[in-house]
């Protein structure tokens, strides 16, 4: 499922879905404070193990990203 937002002047992109198909295209990572940082192959065999490894325990999830997008000019 996604949704365009207009927050302010942006707008932006917020998903979620099977972390299996989000994952797939994301290219940074959320970490603690509101940072954010590339999501590395390391970050992907990771997260693969823990969503499996979860799964086996009968735990499902949802992934979520957002994306910023050009905000396209208005007619008035």
Do not use: Q, Y
Not at 53 to 72: F, I, K, M, P, S
């Amino acid at each position: 499922m996604s949704t365009v937002d207009r927050i302010g002047d942006r707008l932006h992109v917020h998903v979620k879905g099977a972390p299996e198909e989000i994952l797939d295209r994301c290219t940074r990572i959320a970490c603690p404070a509101g940072a954010d940082r590339v999501f590395t192959g390391s970050d992907r065999e990771f997260t693969a193990n823990l969503i499996r490894d979860w799964a086996r325990e009968g735990l499902r999830l949802l992934a979520v990203a957002e994306r910023d997008l050009d905000a396209a000019p208005t007619r008035d």
